[in-house]
Structure formats: structure tokens, C-alpha cells
């Protein structure tokens, strides 16, 4: 028998499992003799180990996308086995939970952390909250959250911003991207991961912290070379510290990305393109944007237009001061480098199909 009343005086989660990016399982390391402050100790669990128990992992995936961590027997069967009619489905679900629970969610404290209920005579396999099973994704939603609360009491939301924009990583659930139960939680991730970075734009650039918003700009173009909130966002912000330039090398590489992917720019980022190429200074009014002619051969004379918010209303925010010089977190000029060229991306395939 464990000792229960030890496990509730633990302060830090068994296992941590690692979805953004490449994707790993961690358990904690006991320390009998380690110091209140001291921080916990996670050992990775060997790839080996559970590389090779597709349904067991397809199982816990898909717990850990559903609301609560929970699902029935009958759900569980029809994301993992769409078609199973093939197949003696309920007898490889308690095989794969087998597996789940003697060898990958095991632990020495408690056992194993995959919980199997009864409900109104229906079987339900449930994983435990953060204070168990740490997950860095839902850390990230929290984060997000006490963020936006913090913000409200008026309180700075910076640090929390910054601590969820660590643990975005990379994509989530990156070996299962056209897994058809992965897709409603992959859009809610990848919204936050959207409003992390924008908000701490807006942030920095209140703060006139301009480098630092320069970076997160293209660390996100660089990521994703066709994500055109960001893209339109620092060509403005480029445009503001005369870097011209720059910025239609960017507008002329996202768009090389896109028809690779038989796509265009958008007609708001064609035409913010065009303006910058004839020469026009673009100023932030609040939620507006105004094109002033600006006194070169290729400007015309008298032009005057308004500009309004970009896709998805992402540029409202407070006044950028031009004129500064964008600066890295090292102190030193931050400028534009060719970005890494990527896959064509392709829709959501139905769960068992490979992308051709």
C-alpha cells in the first residue's frame, strides 16, 4: 500500500508530458532529502519505452484533448478506430489501457494515473488534473488566462505572457497534425498562441520596447512564413524606422511561400505592399492607419487614404513612435535573415489517412 497521505503532501505533478513541440513524458525523480525551495527533478522516459504502443499513446492523446481529460468507452473507440467495424475494437481499447496504466502512466507514489470510472453504467477513462499530470499545453491556456485577469485588476500581464510564450515550443501534437480528434483542441492552442504573441507586441511597443517586439515578429514569420498578421504587423513596424526595404523582402518571401502553396496575400497585405513600394509613410492613428505622400520621385503628390484594421483586427493597438532603433535582447541590431523554407500545408486528413 502507498502512502497516501505522503502523496497529498507533494507539491509538484508525478509526470509531466510535453505536447508543444517534439513530444516527451517526464517523471518525477523522489528526493527524500531535497530543500523546500529547491526545484523538482524529472527524468525523461526513454522514447523506446512507448514509441512503439501506438493504440496505448493514440489513447492518452486523445484524453488529453478531450474537456476534463475524460471519455467513454464508445467515444474513445470511435476517435482512435473510425473504422472499426473490422476490428474487435472494445478488446484493443482495454488493451491499449492495459498498457497505458501497468507501463507508461505508471508511478512509484500512486500507481498509475490512468483513473477508469463508472457512470450510469458506462465505463470512463479519465486522467488527473495539473496537480498530477502536468501538461504544458493547458499550463499555457492558464497562463493566458491569469494574464488577461491580471490585466484586468491592473495588474502588468507581462511576465505571465512571457512565461506561456516559453512553453509554446513548437506545434502541437506535431506526429498527429491530420489526426481528426487532435483538431478542435490544436485551433484552441493555436488561438492563444496568437494572442500571446500580439499582446506582448502591443506590450513591448507601449513600453517602447521595439526590439523585442521586432523579434517575436519574425520569430513567428520565420515559423510560419505565411501567417499574415504577423507578416503585416512588422512591415508596418519596419516601415516606422524607415527599413523599407527590409520589409518587401519579407512581403516578397511570404508571398513566394504562398503560391508554393497555390495561394495569394490577401488583398489588405497586397495593398499595404503597394503603398510601401510607392513610397508612403504610414502612421498609427489609434485604430486607423493614414498613408501620407511622402516626398520622393515614385510617390504620388497629395495622396491621402485611411487605413483599417489588418485580418482578424490584430493591429489595435496604441501608437508605435518611429524613429527607434530595434534592438535585440543582447543589445545588438536585430535584422532580417532568410527564413527556413517549410512544407507545403495541406487540410486536416480524416483520422488513419496519410497526407499524399
Not at 12 to 36: D, K, N, Q, W
Not at 75 to 99: C, G, Y
Not at 174 to 181: F, G, K, L, M, S
Request: aromatic share 6%.
Amino acid at each position: 500500500m502507498h502512502d497516501m497521505g505522503e502523496h497529498n503532501r507533494t507539491e509538484h505533478p508525478l509526470m509531466r508530458i510535453i505536447t508543444l513541440g517534439e513530444f516527451a513524458l517526464e517523471r518525477l525523480v523522489p528526493t527524500p532529502s531535497r530543500a523546500p525551495d529547491e526545484p523538482p527533478l524529472y527524468a525523461r522516459v526513454a522514447r523506446s519505452e512507448w514509441s512503439n504502443r501506438g493504440p496505448a499513446m493514440a489513447l492518452l492523446k486523445v484524453l488529453l484533448c478531450r474537456a476534463n481529460r475524460r471519455a467513454s468507452r464508445d467515444e474513445l473507440i470511435e476517435a482512435i478506430w473510425p473504422d472499426h467495424e473490422a476490428i474487435n475494437a472494445p478488446h484493443a481499447l482495454d488493451s491499449a489501457a492495459s498498457v497505458l496504466r501497468r507501463h507508461i502512466l505508471r508511478t512509484s507514489e500512486v500507481g498509475s494515473l490512468l483513473l477508469t470510472l463508472r457512470s450510469g453504467g458506462e465505463t470512463i477513462f479519465k486522467l488527473p488534473g495539473q496537480h498530477r499530470l502536468w501538461v504544458d499545453a493547458d499550463a499555457l491556456l492558464s497562463l493566458v488566462s491569469q494574464a488577461m485577469r491580471a490585466e484586468c485588476r491592473g495588474q502588468n500581464p507581462i511576465p505571465l505572457l512571457e512565461e506561456a510564450y516559453a512553453l509554446a515550443r513548437g506545434e502541437f501534437l506535431e506526429d498527429d497534425v491530420y489526426a481528426a480528434w487532435a483538431q478542435p483542441r490544436r485551433h484552441t492552442i493555436n488561438g492563444a498562441r496568437h494572442r500571446i504573441l500580439f499582446k506582448l507586441v502591443d506590450l513591448y511597443l507601449n513600453d517602447e520596447q521595439v526590439g523585442l517586439a521586432e523579434e517575436l515578429l519574425f520569430a513567428a514569420l520565420e515559423e510560419d512564413p505565411a501567417d499574415e498578421d504577423a507578416l503585416c504587423r512588422l512591415m508596418i513596424l519596419l516601415v516606422e524606422q524607415e527599413r523599407r526595404q527590409e520589409a518587401l523582402h519579407l512581403y516578397q518571401y511570404s508571398e513566394d511561400v504562398l503560391q508554393q502553396e497555390q495561394a495569394e496575400p490577401a488583398v489588405y497585405t497586397r495593398e499595404l505592399a503597394r503603398r510601401i513600394r510607392q513610397g508612403l509613410v504610414l502612421r498609427e492613428q489609434r485604430a486607423l492607419y493614414t498613408a501620407v505622400g511622402a516626398q520622393t520621385p515614385a510617390s504620388p503628390e497629395g495622396v491621402q487614404s485611411e487605413w483599417r484594421k489588418g485580418p482578424g483586427g490584430s493591429f489595435c493597438g496604441e501608437r508605435v513612435r518611429p524613429m527607434i532603433v530595434a534592438a535585440s535582447r543582447r543589445g545588438q541590431t536585430y535584422r532580417y535573415r532568410p527564413l527556413r523554407r517549410r512544407a507545403r500545408r495541406q487540410a486536416a486528413l480524416p483520422c488513419g489517412l496519410s497526407p499524399e
